[in-house]
């Protein structure tokens, strides 16, 4: 795995990489360290102030430094500023799915209300000689930049709002609450995700027959992620390639379903965007959730059903190895307001062992 991080000066993009390699143990390239080392060299004539210039100099040589880490199977934490705004374009999707990228810019507010602290501890991490640039006004600028930059370029900033340490420690929790697969990841859903979702769910070939309303506005899918897809094992499924939600997957624990009532069984319930129907995605979800809800989870049971004609996710369940219980006739869908047909399967543990 390759993580970028980058973003806006002083935004603590040293301190989240010296923090991740002291919790991960992965490797840490300083570009800054790189641009030092190439004016001090004399092999050119570029000076630290010429940044327009340097990221033309500087983000070839680490492209290339990422794709010789991917082929080798290594692991690498790559922090600094000088990445290009379009800086996908370097890599096709292979590369792509092993690169996680983090952009961190300050909000006006913040700096308003954080400014001398911002000053204080700017040295904290690296010694700066000369930082008598740092004015409120130029940070401002500079985080403006590059939050219109990457956000017109389609990346997901995060922002520090109100204090510094909860979007920090939001990553390393979404880190952490991370699955991958060859193609996917599955990871917590954010606020931020509330279009996305909308493009998806508002299709009135998607929610329906798996008993929820389409969605109506970019509003109600921000409700959904805060008050729906807020429980512990809620997954949102995103292509490696973009990390942008898809669909979603999630294990309901005891108490948020009622198809158990013990603590190491649990019900699995999924859905994926119409464009992406037919790519043999949703199947590869559901065996990475069959791992967790068994290896990482400690479940003994995984619980699953679908509504009479919701052929896609019958085939799914069949694919995946779930066994057809039992038919239930008039089966509330409090959502749709009506009554349906409903199926039940089950996977157990031992039958899951049996097939690896």
Same mark, same amino acid.
């Given at each position: 795995?390759?993580?970028?991080?980058?973003?806006?000066?002083?935004?603590?993009?040293?301190?989240?990489?010296?923090?991740?390699?002291?919790?991960?143990?992965?490797?840490?390239?300083?570009?800054?360290?790189?641009?030092?080392?190439?004016?001090?060299?004399?092999?050119?004539?570029?000076?630290?102030?010429?940044?327009?210039?340097?990221?033309?100099?500087?983000?070839?040589?680490?492209?290339e430094m990422i794709k010789t880490a991917i082929e080798n199977r290594q692991n690498l934490i790559v922090e600094g500023c000088y990445i290009p705004f379009d800086w996908r374009k370097g890599f096709d999707s292979d590369y792509l799915s092993e690169i996680r990228f983090i952009c961190l810019a300050m909000t006006d507010a913040y700096i308003d209300a954080h400014f001398d602290d911002i000053h204080d501890?700017?040295?904290?991490?690296?010694?700066?000689?000369?930082?008598?640039?740092?004015?409120?006004?130029?940070?401002?600028?500079?985080?403006?930049?590059?939050?219109?930059?990457?956000?017109?370029?389609?990346?997901?900033?995060?922002?520090?709002?109100?204090?510094?340490?909860?979007?920090?420690?939001?990553?390393?929790?979404?880190?952490?609450?991370?699955?991958?697969?060859?193609?996917?990841?599955?990871?917590?859903?954010?606020?931020?995700?509330?279009?996305?979702?909308?493009?998806?769910?508002?299709?009135?070939?998607?929610?329906?027959?798996?008993?929820?309303?389409?969605?109506?506005?970019?509003?109600?899918?921000?409700?959904?992620?805060?008050?729906?897809?807020?429980?512990?094992?809620?997954?949102?499924?995103?292509?490696?390639?973009?990390?942008?939600?898809?669909?979603?997957?999630?294990?309901?624990?005891?108490?948020?379903?009622?198809?158990?009532?013990?603590?190491?069984?649990?019900?699995?319930?999924? +859905?994926?965007?119409?464009?992406? +129907?037919?790519?043999?995605?949703?199947?590869?979800?559901?065996?990475?959730?069959?791992?967790?809800?068994?290896?990482?989870?400690?479940?003994?049971?995984?619980?699953?059903?679908?509504?009479?004609?919701?052929?896609?996710?019958?085939?799914?369940?069949?694919?995946?190895?779930?066994?057809?219980?039992?038919?239930?006739?008039?089966?509330?869908?409090?959502?749709?307001?009506?009554?349906?047909?409903?199926?039940?399967?089950?996977?157990?543990?031992?039958?899951?062992?049996?097939?690896?």
């Amino acid at each position: 795995m390759i993580v970028i991080i980058t973003g806006a000066s002083h935004t603590g993009k040293t301190v989240l990489a010296q923090r991740m390699l002291e919790k991960y143990k992965y490797p840490y390239v300083s570009i800054d360290h790189l641009k030092m080392g190439l004016i001090r060299s004399g092999n050119t004539n570029l000076t630290p102030e010429d940044d327009d210039e340097l990221v033309g100099y500087l983000w070839p040589i680490v492209r290339e430094m990422i794709k010789t880490a991917i082929e080798n199977r290594q692991n690498l934490i790559v922090e600094g500023c000088y990445i290009p705004f379009d800086w996908r374009k370097g890599f096709d999707s292979d590369y792509l799915s092993e690169i996680r990228f983090i952009c961190l810019a300050m909000t006006d507010a913040y700096i308003d209300a954080h400014f001398d602290d911002i000053h204080d501890h700017g040295s904290d991490i690296e010694n700066r000689l000369d930082d008598s640039g740092c004015t409120a006004e130029n940070l401002k600028e500079d985080n403006r930049k590059i939050i219109e930059g990457f956000s017109k370029a389609g990346e997901q900033i995060i922002l520090i709002d109100t204090d510094y340490e909860s979007p920090i420690s939001d990553l390393f929790e979404e880190n952490e609450k991370m699955l991958r697969t060859e193609r996917l990841i599955l990871r917590r859903w954010k606020e931020s995700d509330a279009e996305d979702l909308y493009k998806y769910a508002s299709d009135p070939d998607v929610g329906p027959i798996a008993g929820w309303p389409a969605h109506h506005s970019i509003e109600e899918s921000r409700d959904v992620i805060k008050n729906v897809f807020n429980g512990k094992e809620a997954y949102a499924i995103c292509l490696k390639e973009d990390s942008k939600a898809i669909g979603a997957i999630e294990l309901k624990l005891n108490g948020h379903t009622d198809m158990t009532d013990r603590d190491d069984e649990c019900e699995m319930g999924y +859905w994926l965007g119409k464009p992406f +129907w037919g790519q043999g995605i949703m199947p590869e979800a559901v065996r990475e959730m069959l791992r967790h809800a068994f290896e990482d989870c400690g479940m003994q049971k995984v619980w699953i059903g679908y509504y009479e004609g919701n052929n896609k996710s019958k085939r799914v369940q069949e694919k995946c190895g779930f066994k057809y219980q039992w038919r239930s006739e008039d089966v509330d869908v409090p959502l749709m307001h009506e009554k349906r047909t409903g199926h039940v399967s089950l996977m157990t543990k031992e039958d899951w062992m049996a097939e690896q």
